[in-house]
């Protein structure tokens, strides 16, 4: 007898929404330089339609930038939560430079054409160094090489922004933090014997003739070119998500939410996969995740006889097959850092139980910083343009042996990261002699469970001196005990000092520094089945999932919001004798979520499915979320260089 199938099920089974962005609330604010002769930072009002808010991936305040649609006007840039920014009209070109008052000598930049940037409104417009050199020079890289001419000139860049950042040893040389050029510093370029341009910076003369303002000689090529690959990283990092049903987009991404087809594809023979993704990339460019699917053929009509329509009939799927779980190991291929293009060789998804051979991503595209158009529809209302662009839209390939899987996916990037202030990320290299350093700090995380007849499991991260995070299991691991030893490991093989191997797990947000909240944001996502029971645990993506759990329609709605680890009595007491704690954005308990549990529970209670749920599959779905603790494990200490 067929089973009846339940559209509003479908429709309704589980729908992720991703929210929260960029600075989390973060708290660190430099005060802005002084405006003596300049307008302001934006030369328009950022919440306005027609005014482009753009954020630097070099966090320099008092940057010089004048708009194209404003001939009177001069701007600066700004620091604010945790980020510079400035603003032109949208559509305008902003050129860039570095001059003082008092002084007709300045340091001249590229004029970025903002259309190049994104053609629509959208929050926080990524600018990068390499942006602005690729103005400067009026080409892009062709590769991130060292001796490529627009990298060269992001090189000086950053010399120049590492050197003045240096001066009185504010800043180490090799990290990334804010800097001010302010007017008196500024006005120094008085002691230039001339201005200097792109022709400088290509022939190599800008060191000796801005020696007199800043020594740039401090900063080596391979620090500087190591700084504007981890700027690039920093662009690229954040959480990647795919469903098969449309799901909010974030209002950055330019795209009405009608317009989304998801994760989905077809074979010849009348067979389909839908499929979902999370994913992260973290600060070194690693990319890893997972993803759930179903395939089969869809039914084309209810049990009454409806006729289903081609757009939801793929959804039936949900309620007849039990989700397959898809693992993306840590990869470097997911998106080009200079074209934003995706998998220049495909980004791979294994099948879990191996029952086929990996769904490979083989194309796409960023568009606005915020989304991978599936189709011409999106990209046209991602861009704004007329026509489309089949190069960049997502697609994706798998075989089942004899049979050939071909798709379309929509992609939405949330949650992108900031730089590490060196108040919260202290470590050896940016603390001064006599001084104490928190990072890397080995942490072990208590996982709990909402069903409790699941025990607690504990495991062992680390938070590196990068700002990514990291397993740390020691070699005689249990189910319920996979705390660490503070074990170093081999970036390369992740295989640690006691020859464990460890996995990359997560990455940071932000950092927030004042008096009441000195704490990390901390995204995690786990993958691979040496995790045991917290497999698929997803914890500080800022997630909210409503489930029909049952086949009655009752919905369960489920969250993970954001995650920090506050870390005020390490940053104050210098030991580890008060601890650390967890908890959300609004200081209350942190929550986890397993996406995969989740749809498992929603297979399992769906009347007299077949083939009915194995044992294995109902201890899954006991799994769907719980809470977070942490503690400090006895072999970390807090260090003074």
Not at 195 to 205: A, E, M, Q
Not at 342 to 358: E, W
């Amino acid at each position: 007898m067929k089973k009846q199938i339940l559209i509003p099920f479908t429709l309704t089974a589980l729908m992720a929404a991703l929210s929260g962005c960029g600075g989390e609330g973060g708290n660190i604010n430099v005060d802005p330089p002084s405006s003596t002769g300049v307008t302001a930072s934006t030369s328009c009002s950022a919440t306005s339609d027609d005014c482009l808010e753009f954020v630097f991936d070099y966090p320099v305040a008092g940057l010089n930038f004048d708009c194209s649609s404003d001939t009177t006007n001069h701007f600066i840039t700004q620091n604010s939560s945790n980020a510079v920014s400035g603003a032109c009209k949208l559509g305008d070109t902003a050129t860039f430079s570095i001059k003082g008052q008092g002084t007709d000598k300045q340091i001249t930049l590229g004029a970025v054409d903002l259309k190049t940037i994104t053609s629509l409104k959208i929050s926080d417009a990524p600018i990068s160094l390499v942006d602005i050199a690729t103005a400067m020079v009026g080409k892009a890289p062709a590769s991130l090489d060292q001796n490529d001419e627009t990298i060269k000139v992001a090189m000086a860049l950053v010399k120049i922004f590492q050197a003045a950042g240096a001066v009185n040893e504010k800043n180490a040389i090799g990290d990334l933090q804010p800097i001010e050029l302010d007017e008196d510093y500024k006005s120094n370029l008085k002691n230039i014997s001339q201005s200097i341009d792109v022709t400088n910076f290509k022939d190599g003369s800008y060191p000796a003739i801005l020696k007199p303002w800043v020594d740039v000689s401090v900063v080596d090529d391979q620090t500087a070119f190591d700084i504007v690959t981890k700027m690039l990283n920093m662009q690229n990092a954040g959480s990647f998500q795919s469903d098969f049903l449309p799901w909010p987009l974030p209002a950055e991404s330019g795209v009405d939410q009608q317009y989304i087809e998801g994760f989905h594809g077809k074979s010849l023979l009348g067979n389909e996969i839908i499929g979902n993704m999370y994913l992260l990339s973290d600060r070194t460019g690693h990319t890893f995740g997972y993803g759930l699917q179903w395939k089969g053929k869809p039914d084309d009509k209810t049990s009454e006889g409806t006729v289903i329509s081609d757009s939801l009939k793929r959804l039936t799927l949900i309620s007849k097959i039990a989700p397959k779980k898809m693992n993306a190991e840590a990869q470097t291929n997911w998106i080009n850092p200079l074209t934003k293009k995706l998998a220049s060789t495909p980004f791979v998804f294994s099948m879990a139980d191996q029952s086929g051979d990996p769904l490979r991503i083989t194309q796409g595209r960023l568009i606005n910083g915020y989304i991978v158009p599936g189709t011409e529809a999106v990209y046209k209302q991602a861009t704004g343009y007329s026509t489309g662009d089949s190069a960049s839209y997502g697609k994706w390939t798998q075989q089942f042996s004899p049979e050939q899987f071909d798709g379309t996916i929509d992609i939405s990037k949330t949650n992108p990261i900031t730089y590490l202030d060196k108040k919260i990320l202290t470590t050896q290299k940016n603390v001064k002699t006599g001084e104490y350093y928190v990072f890397p700090m080995y942490a072990t995380l208590i996982v709990k469970f909402s069903d409790t007849t699941v025990k607690d499991v504990k495991l062992g991260i680390v938070i590196d001196e990068n700002g990514d995070i990291r397993s740390d299991i020691k070699p005689d691991a249990t189910a319920n005990d996979m705390s660490g030893t503070c074990a170093t490991v081999n970036p390369d093989t992740m295989i640690d000092s006691n020859g464990v191997q460890q996995f990359r797990v997560g990455t940071t947000g932000t950092g927030n520094y004042d008096t009441t909240d000195k704490s990390l944001t901390i995204r995690m996502i786990l993958t691979n089945t040496k995790f045991g029971l917290l497999e698929g645990v997803i914890l500080g993506l800022n997630q909210s999932l409503s489930v029909t759990a049952t086949s009655s329609g009752t919905a369960q709605v489920l969250s993970s919001g954001g995650v920090k680890i506050n870390l005020h009595n390490l940053l104050t007491d210098h030991n580890t004798a008060r601890g650390i704690n967890i908890t959300n954005f609004s200081n209350e308990q942190a929550n986890w979520i397993n996406i995969h549990a989740a749809y498992q529970k929603v297979y399992n209670n769906i009347k007299d499915v077949s083939p009915a749920p194995t044992d294995v599959q109902k201890e899954l779905a006991k799994r769907v979320n719980g809470t977070l603790a942490i503690e400090l494990p006895s072999c970390y200490t807090i260090k003074q260089k």
